[in-house]
């Protein structure tokens, strides 16, 4: 994949998110959030089950007995941020809870860069990422006034 799609695809997930946060947030007001993310889960489970039949790639599924255990918990990661993102957004509101989110991510994508985690390319930390650190928070912060 190119690096021009590449941002255009991430540009697109970061659409999708901000319009998914209000969607499964209203759905959360009325029915519990463990329902709305089940409906969110059950809904994107029955579309990727297509894909992956139609594509003629479901037996490639067969390969997952051979990963880390870590990768495992992707699933149980996506089931956190659907189900407390249906929680925290009518509390905080959308610019809040996404300047936290977006700050924490971040901050954690360089964690992860500078060691080389869960298989990531090593990219130490540098002056300018710790400045955009700094920056992030100050954004938080005026956000959350």
């Known amino acids: 994949m190119s690096k021009s799609y590449a941002i255009v695809m991430a540009l697109i997930v970061g659409v999708c998110i901000s319009i998914q946060a209000p969607i499964n947030a209203g759905l959360g007001k009325i029915m519990p959030a463990k329902t709305a993310a089940l409906h969110s889960f059950l809904t994107a489970t029955i579309i990727l089950v297509l894909m992956n039949v139609f594509s003629g790639e479901l037996s490639m599924y067969g390969n997952i007995t051979k990963i880390h255990p870590v990768y495992w918990t992707g699933g149980l990661l996506g089931l956190g941020i659907v189900f407390l993102t ?60």
């Open 86 to 145: 249906i929680k925290v957004i009518p509390v905080l509101g959308m610019s809040t809870a996404f300047s936290i989110f977006v700050a924490v991510q971040l901050i954690m994508s360089i964690f992860i860069d500078h060691f080389g985690i869960l298989g990531v390319p090593r990219s130490p930390v540098s002056i300018l990422k710790v400045v955009g650190v700094v920056l992030l928070f100050i954004s938080v912060r005026l956000i959350l006034k």
